[in-house]
């Protein structure tokens, strides 16, 4: 099975497209590589952003592993990675 990326306007097989459950067909509708390229066009756009989006999950992480410990559970190094 083969469709057309409509970014790149190349005709590609279905596996050059990744699975997204979200859409009727079930693929994404970007080929692989123009997905790709889309995102590091965002990042590079968007640093401060991203690197923001970052620091939150890692201090969420932080909290959660302050909390534990005040609860009496024991987190070894293994189990935080």
């Known amino acids: ?3 057309v990326c409509p970014i790149c306007k190349e ?3 279905i596996s050059e497209f990744r699975k997204n459950k979200y ?3 079930g693929y994404d509708y970007k080929c692989k590589i123009c997905k790709y390229n889309y ?3 965002y990042v590079f756009k968007n640093r401060d ?3 923001e989006s970052i620091r939150y999950i890692i201090n969420l992480i932080k ?3 302050i ?3 005040e609860n009496g559970i024991r987190i070894t190094q293994r189990e935080i990675k």
Do not use: S
């Open 1 to 3: 099975m083969e469709r």
């Open 11 to 13: 005709t590609k097989d």
């Open 23 to 25: 859409t009727k067909h």
């Open 39 to 41: 995102n590091v066009e």
């Open 49 to 51: 952003i991203v690197l």
């Open 63 to 65: 909290i959660l592993v």
């Open 67 to 69: 909390r534990e410990v």
